[in-house]
């Protein structure tokens, strides 16, 4: 089935597998078991809430406008999404890790919240020689300047 995201311009597909068991006569079908929504999109990280009511989903896609990859947090009960949130438009942190040594994605006992692992954001940086000239009788924020001539500073990357 799918669903469509106002708030993402898109159309989300997702997919249910199911276990049946058929009695002797055909005529009685028993579901068994059913997984909870797959996204039909890339998954980076997921994981089942412990009483198994919810899922968390964490997707990767490519922004139509800007065509840049787009992270986003998707809950899911049985049949619908939930919950939806783009990470990087909150401007917490970097990308998600999904690494299998630093990669997790976790639901809290009560279910509540969830923990997963992501880059620091990273600072904003200028060269000591802009190619443009700025009006800098504007006053601005300290805190929202780029630091100027660290643009290739090496950042460690694990």
Do not use: M
Request: aromatic share 8%; hydrophobic share 30%.
């Amino acid at each position: 089935w799918s669903q469509s995201r106002v708030e993402a311009g898109s159309r989300s597909s997702f997919q249910h597998d199911y276990v049946l068991s058929c009695g002797q006569d055909s005529s009685c079908v028993k579901k068994i078991w059913q997984s909870p929504p797959i996204v039909r999109q890339s998954t980076l990280l997921q994981s089942t809430s412990p009483s198994g009511l919810y899922e968390a989903q964490i997707i990767v896609r490519q922004d139509e406008t800007s065509k840049e990859d787009v992270q986003e947090l998707l809950i899911l009960d049985a049949d619908r999404i939930v919950f939806h949130l783009d990470l990087l438009a909150q401007k917490k942190h970097g990308t998600v890790c999904d690494s299998e040594q630093f990669g997790s994605l976790s639901w809290s006992p009560d279910e509540t919240q969830l923990i997963f692992v992501a880059d620091e954001k990273a600072p904003k940086t200028e060269s000591y020689f802009p190619a443009a000239q700025e009006d800098t009788s504007k006053e601005k924020d300290e805190s929202a300047l780029p630091s100027k001539g660290d643009e290739f500073l090496f950042r460690n990357s694990w």
